[in-house]
């Protein structure tokens, strides 16, 4: 086997091995969406939710405008 065939074999390989675990990373990564969306609407403070996620603020932030939760008002916001 020439050295260009045992590259393109182990592309082929992790190729494959990519493949497989993609599938399973986006069903994670669905799960993940949805209970983040669960705890935001349960009324978990959002750092709680970014700090227990593997999503960014930012991302976390999009998910909630995205599902038609309202920003967290401040504690002082909410005393006047």
Partial sequence: MT??????QAL???TRQ????EAAHE???GASIAHVVTALRAGA???DVVNR????PAYVRKLAREHGIEPATS???ADT
């Fill in 3 to 8: 050295p260009a065939e045992k590259a393109l």
């Fill in 12 to 14: 082929d390989d992790s």
């Fill in 18 to 21: 990519y493949r497989h675990t």
């Fill in 27 to 29: 069903k994670s990564r």
């Fill in 45 to 47: 403070r959002p750092t």
């Fill in 53 to 56: 996620s593997p999503f960014s």
């Fill in 75 to 77: 504690k002082k916001e």
